[in-house]
């Protein structure tokens, strides 16, 4: 039993346009884990200078565009939280990325086997 061309056409291009928006949506996530391992960074950074200073020293946050003096545990737990998240993030991030490999590698082989199967 053979597939029409036109049948055959369509399908491919279907898989082909799965196939390129799961690449487009991987470069994507890979950019966004790049983001977070900089944010994820920058807060570790940040935690282990806050962890180097005396206890009295006085701790400013930014706030639109001006400063605000907050205590250092406030600090602290407002950048465990963010961390918390930062991690959160990554997790869906490969569960994602996981995903969207696992969909492009089946569009991939899905086109080899039809272009198998037709030659």
Excluded: C
């Excluded at 346009?17 to 983001?35: T, Y």
């Excluded at 639109?64 to 991690?87: H, I, N, Y």
Aim: glycine share 6%.
């Amino acid at each position: 039993m053979s597939i029409p061309n036109e049948a055959l056409q369509k399908l491919l291009q279907e898989i082909g346009q799965k196939k390129a928006f799961a690449e487009q949506q991987l470069l994507i996530v890979k950019q966004q884990k790049v983001a977070n391992a900089r944010e994820t960074r920058l807060v570790q950074l940040t935690e282990s200078e806050l962890d180097s200073l005396p206890k009295d020293t006085k701790v400013y946050e930014g706030v639109g565009k001006m400063f605000v003096g907050t205590p250092v545990p406030d600090v602290k737990k407002r950048l465990a939280s963010e961390s918390d998240k930062l991690k959160s993030e990554l997790s869906n991030l490969d569960k994602k990325e996981d995903y969207l490999s696992k969909t492009y590698e089946n569009s991939k082989n899905s086109i080899e086997s039809v272009l198998r199967g037709r030659g």
